[in-house]
């Protein structure tokens, strides 16, 4: 292993996860690798975190009781402060869109990162459901379903600081397709995330209940997918790997309205 680059791995399915092996096992053939990871599956808890964790030992490092964004804090501050970069994943199942980023434990590992001044990686993998009736969380049980996600993940950690990417970028999400039939590698497109979105609640008065659907999934499935060329969704769905590089929120502009307004105030009240 070269000690010219160290990486603090995490993750929101869990240190015991097919992707997170994957890309543990992808990144210590040239990087010195820390897995500070969660125990247990953490999916779409965003950016929640705890006030004390329970920390033990695992075969890969650490296996957090908490969050991602827990495994982020705990390994930079405590375990591993010297990483070179953070890389959250591999996910199974694709973080895609403007609305998914705030909900991922995946995307939230690599955001809290870039409050420590760490570059980070987020890495998904995109599970279809397919016509042959899997439904996709069946699938993608193999270290070698995860191979377009890990070969775009090592060759951005090799060539990314070096590039100077991060010094307009905090993180970037990288969301990759399953390999093909064929074992082509999948080309690699820079995008921006979808601002397609799908969400509904319908409403049952008699169980007192209200359903909340996110419909995007399906119109992937179905191929009805208005996002156009250059957005994260478009590139997955199409068999490329999407990297969208992106800054940690917020984002605050000068707005005279607001300013108008807050000058007014003290007046109104």
């Known amino acids: 292993m070269s000690e010219s680059l160290s990486i603090l791995l995490t993750n929101d399915d869990g240190i015991d996860s097919v992707g997170f092996r994957a890309l543990y096992d992808a990144f210590e053939e040239f990087a010195d690798v820390t897995a500070v990871a969660p125990a247990e ?20 490092g ?3 009781h908490g969050t991602p964004a827990d495994c982020t804090i705990v390994g930079l501050e405590a375990l591993c402060p010297d990483v070179d970069l953070v890389v959250a994943g591999c996910n199974k199942g694709a973080n895609l ?5 705030g909900r991922s434990g995946t995307v939230s590992a690599a955001v809290e990162a870039a409050f420590f001044d760490v570059p980070a990686i987020a890495v998904s993998l995109y599970v279809p459901d397919g016509d042959d009736g899997v439904p996709w969380h069946e699938k993608a049980t193999d270290p ?3 191979r377009n996600a890990t070969d775009a993940a090592t060759y951005l950690a090799k060539h990314a ?18 390999p093909a039939g064929d ?11 979808s601002t397609l979105y799908d969400m509904t609640a319908r409403r049952d008065d008699e169980n007192g209940r209200v359903t909340l659907h996110d419909g995007v999934w399906e119109r992937m499935r179905q191929n009805d997918l ?14 490329r790997v999407s990297v969208s ?13 607001l300013d108008a307004l807050a000058e007014t105030y003290l007046d109104s009240v």
């Open 226 to 239: 208005p996002d156009p060329e250059g957005t994260d969704r478009r590139a997955v769905v199409e068999g």
């Open 41 to 60: 599956d953490q999916s779409a808890v965003g950016r929640q975190m705890s006030k004390d964790v329970d920390v033990s030992r695992h075969e890969l």
């Open 97 to 101: 869109g403007a609305y998914v980023l």
């Open 144 to 146: 070698e379903d995860y």
């Open 183 to 193: 074992d082509s590698p999948a080309p690699l497109e820079v995008t921006t995330p």
């Open 245 to 257: 590089p992106l800054t940690a929120p917020h984002t605050t502009e000068h707005h005279e309205s």
């Open 161 to 178: 600081l070096g590039a100077g990417v991060f010094e307009q970028a905090e993180y970037l999400n990288v969301n990759a397709p399953m």
């Open 62 to 64: 650490y296996a957090i």
